[in-house]
């Protein structure tokens, strides 16, 4: 079975600067794909970026990019130039790629974004 | 709007009831997937179905049920409420099923159900 754990409960950070979620996972998988979904307060389930294991380039839209460690296992976000809109849930996500499709979540980490 | 559609978006229920909450897949997606997410917390699996039959299972109550239909469409139905199953739930939809998809679910706005 596949485990995601978030370490940082809540996060702040200043608007227009930038910030670090961290995400860890556990997995005997060789193919696998890892997520990270947004939840705002409307509690809307948004997917903001995604990196398949095989592809060893960090993925990155716009803003947001990830530090994608596999041999330590390690999932992190970096979102630049935070914006009051990114104030939300953060959640990181696994699935491997041959087993149903099935998302697992981490806890969750609450950032807030002060003005 | 994300293309899948959850209703009802807020439900009420006493304890001991029985509620049916429904879903409609984004147009294309054979895929349907139910979450629960209690207060503040993550996001856990329920079940899976697949252009009508059950894919995969989660950590799903006896008490709770889904089905697939014809159209795609998905119900969970949760009898026998307890205070404990408020929550939000979840209804996601992707293309396909395990291995022909690199992508994420889109999800649904969910149900939020509040037993008392």
């Known amino acids: 079975a596949q485990t995601v754990t978030q370490s940082q409960p809540e996060m702040s950070v200043q608007e227009a600067e930038t910030v670090t979620l961290s995400c860890t996972y556990d997995?005997?998988?060789?193919?696998?794909?890892l997520f990270w979904y947004k939840q705002p307060p409307s509690r809307q389930m948004i997917l903001v970026i995604r990196?398949?294991?095989?592809?060893?380039q960090n993925a990155t839209e716009n803003r947001f990019s990830v530090n994608f460690q596999k041999a330590a296992k390690s999932f992190s976000l970096k979102i630049s130039d935070s914006q009051l809109g990114d104030t939300a849930m953060y959640f990181c996500?696994?699935?491997?790629?041959?087993?149903?499709?099935?998302?697992?979540f981490g806890g969750g980490t609450r950032l807030m974004v002060k003005p | 709007d994300s293309g899948v559609t959850q209703t009802p978006k807020h439900l009420i229920t006493a304890t001991g009831q029985r509620v049916t909450l429904r879903c409609s897949p984004r147009s294309g997606d054979l895929s349907v997937y139910w979450y629960q997410q209690s207060l503040d917390q993550g996001l856990q699996f329920l079940i899976q179905y697949y252009n009508g039959e059950e894919r995969a299972k989660g950590n799903i109550l006896e008490r709770f049920s889904a089905q697939q239909f014809p159209d795609l469409h998905s119900e969970l139905n949760l009898s026998s409420l307890e205070l404990g199953d408020s929550a939000l739930y979840f209804c996601?939809?992707?293309?396909?099923?395990?291995?022909?998809?690199?992508?994420?679910?889109?999800f649904g706005s969910g149900t939020r159900l509040t037993v008392v």
């Open positions: 990196q398949e294991a095989y592809k060893q």
């Open positions: 996601a939809s992707s293309v396909a099923t395990a291995g022909q998809s690199p992508y994420g679910y889109t």
């Open positions: 997995t005997s998988e060789s193919n696998y794909y």
């Open positions: 996500a696994f699935r491997a790629s041959d087993a149903g499709n099935m998302l697992t």
